[in-house]
C-alpha cells in the first residue's frame, strides 16, 4: 500500500464522494482512477476516429471493413 498527498479540496470531494457511494476511501480512489484511465481511453479513440475521418479515403476502408466485420451485430 501507498500513500498519496492531495490538497484539502480534492481529498473533501473524495470523502464526499466515498459517503455518497457508500464505500470506503480506497474503493473511491480506485474507481476514480479507473474512471480516469477509461476516459483517456475514449479521449485517444475518438482523437484516432477523427483523424481517420480526415482522410476520405482512410474513412471509406475503415467504414467498408466494418461493414463486414459487424454487419448485422452478429459477426455476420
Known sequence: ???IRVD???HAQL???SREMG???M???RAAAEALRRQRFADTVAGQLQALQRDPEAWAAY???AELT???GLGR
Open 15 to 17: 470523502v464526499a464522494l
Open 23 to 25: 464505500s470506503s476511501l
Open 27 to 29: 474503493d473511491t480512489v
Open 1 to 3: 500500500m501507498s500513500t
Open 70 to 72: 459487424v454487419g448485422d
Open 63 to 65: 467504414l467498408a471493413d
Open 8 to 10: 484539502d479540496a480534492t
